[in-house]
Nanobody, 128 residues
Framework: QGQLVESGGGSVQAGGSLRLSCTASGYTSRIYNMGWFRQSPGKEREGVAAIRIRADGSTSSTTYADSVKGRFTISRDDAKNTLYLQMNSLKPEDTAIYYC?????????????????WGQGTQVTVSS
């Protein structure tokens, strides 16, 4: 069974930056898409950024939620089996638990149903 472990969360003031990491291990089949999602109290989980991965491990395409475009960047290091989310110009409304997800569909999707495996989440808190 595949496992995803996130790290890099924390507390930061508005305008600051954080970089989240998600390391994948134990997979027996190829990963074709990965994404970052977030959920804050009282709200539904929402897709933040996603990546489509070619069979050779390179990035095919990325997509972002409108709320984070221009501020967040998703990337992946195939050699390290690690997904990243660079978050700049953070706002208090970015406060949430951030989850990493992976799947076998060749689509950079912000829909949670397109993913099979999920990490345990990492807390991001942005203060004003």
């Amino acid at each position: 069974q595949g496992q995803l472990v996130e790290s890099g969360g924390g507390s930061v003031q508005a305008g600051g930056s954080l970089r989240l990491s998600c390391t994948a291990s134990g997979y027996t089949s190829r990963i074709y898409n990965m994404g970052w999602f977030r959920q804050s109290p009282g709200k539904e989980r929402e897709g933040v950024a996603a990546i489509r991965i070619r069979a050779d491990g390179s990035t095919s395409s990325t997509t972002y939620a409108d709320s984070v475009k221009g501020r967040f960047t998703i990337s992946r290091d195939d050699a390290k089996n690690t997904l990243y989310l660079q978050m700049n110009s953070l706002k208090p409304e970015d406060t949430a638990i951030y989850y990493c997800a992976s799947g076998a569909r060749y689509v950079a999707s912000l829909r949670s149903e397109d993913y099979n495996y999920w990490g345990q989440g990492t807390q991001v808190t942005v203060s004003s």
